[in-house]
């Protein structure tokens, strides 16, 4: 063996036989694996390759020992193959992962801006669009591991409800997320989408949402005020509006199972509803003396 794919799909190979004999593989079998794998590979790769494949390993064995991942493989519905295919940088996946919106040269604005609209939101009597936020008490915790052996908490923290502009009523959720990476280091973010939770027991979407929506390039570079845009299934007519807005809606084709979504009124809401809380924080702050102390408060405290 001389490429490090080969050394990795030769561990993936062995990991699935002994699977397939109901032996397993423990922590401390795992770690011998690795350093039997350092000492034979040395000869060929550098430091930097060999610390590619013990990562590429480490990933794997993380995800691969998740319990429900586990169950996956043990009823066959998770093969070799197919964790090769996951874990391998093979040219077809890199001319798919060149071809997504992250290697567009536009930014988020020129991208997810032209689907704003906000004649799409009704409004009241006094003009005000229809739009508010709903809590969701004793959030959910939910737990994941993505393919790169983070850990991955998501809680639906909240709703925007809103009325279209034919007054029927539509809504976004709100998730906050927390990651925690392989060191240990922690993030939280907190975003806008519409995710099936019921349907995270699935192997292919709970991997589309989150190696692919919650991808960290998705995030940072396609974030419009939040709304991440959404995951569903694909259907013919998605390949005809590949990278297109047609009927309000941006579509990006992820793989032959799913694609992601941006749709116009969820994104609109969310603008409308984050820039009216920054009104309302700007207000707030108007209303500050400069050691933080409300204005009001502070003319009270005195008079007394």
């Given amino acids: ?55 590429l390993m480490r990933k794997f064995y993380i995800y691969a020992t998740d319990p429900e991942v586990e169950k996956k493989i043990e009823a066959g519905e998770v093969t070799e193959k197919y964790l090769i295919s996951l874990f ?24 997810l801006g032209v689907l704003r609209n906000d004649n799409m939101i009704s409004e009241d009597g006094k003009g005000k669009k229809k739009i508010r936020y709903v809590n969701v008490p004793n959030a959910v915790e939910n737990e994941y591991h993505d393919v790169n052996g983070n850990y991955i908490l998501i809680q639906q923290i909240g709703r925007i409800i809103y009325s279209h502009s034919n007054n029927f009523e539509n809504d976004i959720s709100k998730y906050k997320v927390t990651v925690r990476d392989l060191r240990g280091k922690l993030s939280v973010i907190e975003i806008y989408s519409n995710l099936r939770l019921a349907n995270m027991s699935d192997e292919n979407y709970r991997r589309v949402i989150l190696d692919g929506l919650f991808n960290k390039a998705n995030i940072d570079k396609f974030n419009y005020r939040g709304y991440i845009g959404e995951i569903e299934k694909r259907t013919d007519y998605d390949d005809e509006v590949n990278h297109k807005v047609v009927n309000g809606e941006l579509t990006h084709v992820i793989d032959e199972n799913y694609v992601l979504k941006y749709k116009a009124e969820d994104l609109t809401a969310v603008a409308l509803y984050e820039e009216l809380q920054e009104e309302k924080s700007t207000n707030r702050g108007q209303n500050q003396t400069p050691n933080g102390i409300n204005g009001s408060t502070l003319l009270n405290k005195q008079a007394r």
């Fill in 1 to 55: 063996m001389n490429t490090q794919n080969e050394y990795f799909i030769h561990f993936v190979r062995e990991y699935m036989l002994r699977k397939s004999k109901g032996i397993g593989m423990t922590k401390d079998q795992f770690e011998v694996k690795v350093n039997n794998m350092k000492a034979d590979a040395s000869r060929y790769f550098s430091s930097e390759q060999l610390e590619e494949v013990e990562k």
């Fill in 88 to 111: 391998c940088k093979t040219p077809e996946k890199q001319e798919n992962a060149d071809n997504t919106l992250e290697g567009k040269s536009q930014g988020v604005d020129e991208i």
